[in-house]
């Protein structure tokens, strides 16, 4: 709907339409080429009042076209400008004059149906824009291992491997990818990387190991090595804020790159778990270097090297979480708080976040590629070997 004070102001005075963002006085207000038919030119005093009344309704369908309503309005009551034009100072005054004197000599009949169009065609896209579609209709297309959805301004991409506990197979690090790709290039303002089902992520899929090409387990390594390093890159590179909602357990890369993102929101459920030397493996995405930024060295020690598993609230307190939810509330307190947040100005939550981070991407993509070259190595140990087939052999579980 629009605000309480536009809508009262469409019946009465339209001198003080308030446009709530700050109106740049360069605001052109593009001439109005609205279609005139026969009909249209027989748009009756009724029409109008009904289209009044209809407009009180709408959601607010913005400045620009707020402008419109206003030129067409005084256009179609008052005839041409006739006020004298606002010091550059009175922003809002400037534009709504401006809009006005834009309508040069346009009669007030025509303006007056080119109002009641205006209206109607706003009718119809708010109507079909509020029939909300099911969540499998909206999902974009492409995706095998992952939902992805674009709403509200939020795109959020989701892990959909439950049965598998949201394990990451090669598959998913390049969907990943992909949609990271495809949302900063998108017009959400936010976006949100989650898991369907009781986990987040249970980290890298350990089968991941068994498929050796024909070159042999060097030339695996060393492709794992470098679909990590792009995999991470995507993550320090992602130009908006970037959200996670973790919604249960997270074990190891799921946990690590935690510490690229600008909020973790966590379920009461969630635990934190990177158990590299259980799994004959080092520490990656950048986490060598953000885990003991963000929580000091003594503690990412424990975290990194001796495997130890934080609770959620644990994992708050060190600073790696950015707060923790009750998990039967979970869902509803943090899709409300996103989608609060993602009505802010996007640009400005865009540059915000280049700002804090910039000064950082350099460094982090050399830490990314050294962290990926340690890895290289390490899956070609026996230790690594060993554990990935006690784990796949049903030997061993974390
Ligand atoms: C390109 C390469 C990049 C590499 C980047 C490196 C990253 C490092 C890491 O991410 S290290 C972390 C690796 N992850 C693990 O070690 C977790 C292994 N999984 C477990 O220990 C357990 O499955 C569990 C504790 C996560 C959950 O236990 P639970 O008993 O609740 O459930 P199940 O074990 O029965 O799991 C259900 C099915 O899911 C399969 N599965 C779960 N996690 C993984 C995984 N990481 N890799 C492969 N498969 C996984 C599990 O095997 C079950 O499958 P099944 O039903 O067919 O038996």
């Given at each position: 709907m629009f605000k309480e004070k536009y809508s009262i102001l469409v019946c009465n005075s339209w001198e003080q339409l308030e446009i709530s963002v700050p109106v740049c006085s360069s605001l052109q207000v593009p001439a109005l080429q609205l279609h005139m038919s026969k009909t249209a030119m027989r748009a009756s005093q009724k029409d109008f009042e009904s289209a009044l009344s209809q407009v009180k309704r709408?959601?607010?369908?913005g400045n620009e076209v707020k402008l419109k309503l206003y030129a067409l309005y005084k256009q179609a009551t008052e005839g041409p400008c006739n006020t004298p034009k606002p010091g550059v100072f009175d922003l809002i005054n400037k534009a709504k004059w401006d809009a006005w004197n834009a309508?040069?000599?346009?009669?007030k009949e025509t303006a007056r149906q080119n109002y009641v169009d205006l209206v109607s065609g706003l009718s119809s896209s708010s109507d079909s824009s509020s029939q909300v579609k099911p969540e499998a209709d909206r999902k974009q297309p492409g995706y095998e291992t992952l939902v992805v959805t674009s709403e509200d301004s939020i795109t959020k991409i989701m892990m959909n491997r439950p049965a598998k506990k949201n394990a990451i197979t090669i598959q998913m690090y390049n969907e990943i990818m992909l949609a990271l790709k495809a949302a900063s290039k998108d017009d959400s303002a936010i976006t949100v990387l989650t898991g369907n089902g009781d986990y987040y992520s249970s980290g890298n899929?350990?089968?991941?190991?068994?498929?050796?090409?024909?070159?042999g387990i060097e030339e695996k390594a060393k492709s794992s090595a470098i679909l990590l390093r792009d995999f991470v890159d995507c993550f320090i590179d992602f130009p908006k804020p970037l959200i996670a909602v973790v919604n249960g357990p997270a074990v190891g890369i799921s946990v690590t790159i935690l510490g690229l993102f600008d909020t973790v929101y966590a379920s009461s459920r969630a635990t934190f778990h990177t158990p590299f030397s259980h799994l004959g493996q080092s520490p990656e995405g950048c986490s060598s270097y953000t885990f003991p930024k963000i929580m000091g060295p003594a503690k990412a020690a424990e975290m990194l090297i001796f495997g130890k598993k934080l609770t959620a609230a644990e994992a708050c307190a060190q600073g790696l979480v950015t707060e923790v939810f009750p998990d039967s509330t979970f869902q509803k307190e943090v899709w409300t708080r996103l989608k609060a947040y993602s009505k802010l100005p996007p640009n400005a939550m865009r540059i915000s976040k280049q700002v804090i981070r910039n000064r950082e991407k350099e460094k982090l993509r050399a830490i990314n590629a050294e962290e990926s070259r340690a890895l290289q190595e390490r899956w070609l140990s026996d230790e690594c070997t060993n554990a990935v087939m006690n784990f796949l052999t049903r030997k061993a579980k974390l």
């Open positions: 709408l959601k607010d369908p309508l040069g000599s346009l009669p899929d350990l089968s991941n190991f068994t498929d050796i090409p024909p070159e």
